[in-house]
């Protein structure tokens, strides 16, 4: 191969493999319907608890903190892997 070939081709790859970079973060970002799906769960689950159990109010907020917070969390770490993939 002449060296005109190979430059372009080494030109070639290093723009495919930046641009396969954003497809790698758009999918980490995919996460996130997947979090709001979860959250959207966890609190319509609370809903159905407290209007069968009022009573059990002081114990279901808790852990329904505690899975909203868990769920978010996966939510920040998914944008985090996004940011990774686009800015290194």
Do not use: C
């Not at 081709?9 to 493999?17: A, C, G, N, Q, R």
């Not at 609190?43 to 159990?53: E, N, T, Y």
């Amino acid at each position: 191969m002449d060296p005109e070939t190979v430059k372009a081709l080494t030109t070639t790859l290093l723009d495919i493999s930046h641009n396969l970079r954003y497809v790698g973060a758009g999918a980490a970002i995919a996460a996130l319907g997947g979090v709001g799906t979860g959250i959207g769960i966890v609190f319509a689950s609370f809903i159905m608890s407290f209007a069968r159990q009022p009573a059990m109010e002081k114990r279901l907020l808790p852990v329904t903190w505690l899975a909203f917070a868990l769920a978010e969390a996966m939510g920040l770490f998914a944008l985090l892997i996004a940011f990774i993939f686009i800015f290194t």
